[in-house]
C-alpha cells in the first residue's frame, strides 16, 4: 500500500492542525530559538546542535469502522526521573494507515548526554478535526503504538534514519501487530560555509623585559547589541615578534556575514592569564580575503587614553584563505566514523583497600556505586552507540598484577585486552579488586603510550579512539606525560581524565590545556591540538552539571580540529 502525505488532497481529505504555520510545539527540551540567540549573540556555539525529526509509519492498525484511522504522532523526551516531556507533535493525516507527515518535530542533540525519545501515535476521533493539533487532549484519542529509541541510535545511522516496530502500552511482545516508525533526522544549520584562514604578523612590538612577546590572536564579531564577543583564538607562539600561526577555522555560524565587523587583537601571553594587549585592527572577513588577494598587510593600532589610535609598525597578514564547505560532527557519525572506547583504571594505594568501606574502591553490596563504577557506566553508555562492535579495551595501572606491578595491564585478567560492553568493562573491574594487589606510584605514560600505539596502527580513517582515564592520585611522571600527550596529538585520540577522591588535582589542569597554552614536551616540541578533558569528580557532583557532561562537551569538537586539520570528509556512501 502506497503512503499517504499530509498535503494528499485525494478525496478531499487533508491535514490538520500546524503544517503551514509555526511548529506546533517548542519548548527548552526541543530546539530553543532563544537559548540559540543567546549563544549567537554571545558569539558562542551552543551545546547541542537543532535537529528536525521526520517521521512515517506503515501498517497502522485501523480501529475506524467505515473508514481508515486518521494518524497524528506525539513525541517525547523521558527524563531522569522517567517522566515524560511532551517535545512536538506532528499534523493528523486523514484516513490513512501509512501516513508520511510533513511536520517536523524540532529536537536539541547533545552529544554529551543519553536521550531517550519516545513516540507515541494516536488515531483522532473525527469530531476533533476542526482543533488544532496542541489543543488535543490525547486521552480522548485512541492509541495506536509506541516506541522508543536513543537520540543517538538515529543520528549513526548511514542515513539517519531508524525503522522502529510499535508496540503497546505494556511494551515489546504479544501475537498483535502494530506496524512500524521511521524517523529521519536532518541537522537545522544555517549555513555550513566556512573559511581557513593562515595569519601571521611582523615586527609586534615587544612587551617583555627579558625575552620577546609570546603572542596569540583572539577574534571577536559585533553583536546586535553593539558588543564584541570572541569567537575564536590561536594557540600562544612563545618568544616571537614575527609568529605564523596554524590555519583556523571560521564557520558562518561563527561570523554571521562576510561583511560584518571583526575585531582581531594580538596579546602577550602571561600565565596568570593578565595578557598584555599588543595591537589590534578591524576588518571583515571579506576585508580579510582581500588582503589575501593584494598579498598586502594590515598596520596593527593601540587605542590610547582619549579614544583615538595609534598607529603601530607590526602588520597583520592573511597567507592563506580558503573558503570551504564545514562539515559537522553528525555529517562524520551518520557516515561511518566511530568512536572507539578505551578506559584505563587506577589501582594504587592511595585509593584505600578495597574490603574497607571507606575506599574508593569499595564496592558496595547494596548496588549503591563507587566513582569508578559511576565514571565507566554514565561515559560508557553515552560513547558506547558510536562504538559499533561494543569490544572496549581496558586496562588497569599502578597495581601488582601476577605478582609484578604493572603501570598498563589487562583489566580483564587475560592475555585478550578487550572486554564485551560496558557490563564487560564492570565485571572485569569488579573481578580485578579480588586478583590484583593496589600499590602504586600513579603513572600515565605506560597507559597513554598503550592506546596510543592503538590508534596509530589503525588503518581505519573512520576510527576517532577516546580513552577514559579515572584516577584518584598526584602524578608521579607528569613530564613522561606531557611527553606522551604531545606525542600522541598528532593522532585520532581524546583523552578524558576523572578525578575521584579528595587528592588535589591542580596538576591535572596543565594537562587540560584549557587556558589556551598547549603542552610543550621536554625536548620544546608543542602539542598539535589539546587532546585532554580533565574533570574532578567532587566539583560536579556538588554542582548542577553531570560528570560526563562536562567531561564530554569539547570531545567533538576535538574529533572536528583532528579531522579538519588533516582534510579527512565524511565517507561516501
Known sequence: MGGCVSGDLKGGKQAIGGVHGRPTMNNDAGYNEAIERFFRDRGQSPLFTPIELSLSA??????????????????YVKKMDGTLEELGRTEVVLNCLNPTWIEKINVSYQFEIVQNLVFHVYDVDTKYHNMSVKALKLNEQDFLGEATCVLSEIVTKRNRSLTLNLHGKNGPGGSKNFGTLTVHAEESCLSRMAVEMKLRCS??????????????????????SGKYVPICKTEVINNNLNPVWRPLYLSMQQFGSKDNPLRIECFDFNSNGNHVLIGQLHKSVSELEKLHK???GANLVFPTHRGQEKV????LFVDQFIGKEQFSFLDYISSGFELNFMVAIDFTASNGTPRNQDSLHYIDPSGRLNS????????GEVIQIYDSDSRFPAWGFGGRYGGTLSHCFNLNDTNAYEVEGVQGIMAAYANALHTV???GPTLFGPVINTAAQLAATSNDIAKYFVLLIITDGVLTDIQETMDALVRASDLPLSILIVGVGNADFKQMEVLDADDGRRLESSTGRVATRDIVQFVPMREVHSGQISAVQALLEELPHQFLT??????IKPLRS
Open 372 to 379: 569508578y563504577q559511576k565514571a565507566i557506566i554514565e561515559v
Open 58 to 75: 506503515s501498517n497502522l492498525r485501523n480501529l475506524d469502522i467505515i473508514s481508515k484511522s486518521d494518524p497524528m504522532a506525539v513525541l
Open 294 to 296: 593584494d598579498r598586502s
Open 203 to 224: 615586527q609586534l612590538d615587544n612587551k617583555d623585559m627579558f625575552s620577546k612577546s609570546d603572542p596569540f590572536l583572539r577574534i571577536s564579531r559585533l553583536t546586535e
Open 562 to 567: 583532528y579531522n579538519r586539520s588533516r582534510n
Open 437 to 439: 594487589t593496589l600499590a
Open 312 to 315: 603601530l609598525k607590526g602588520q
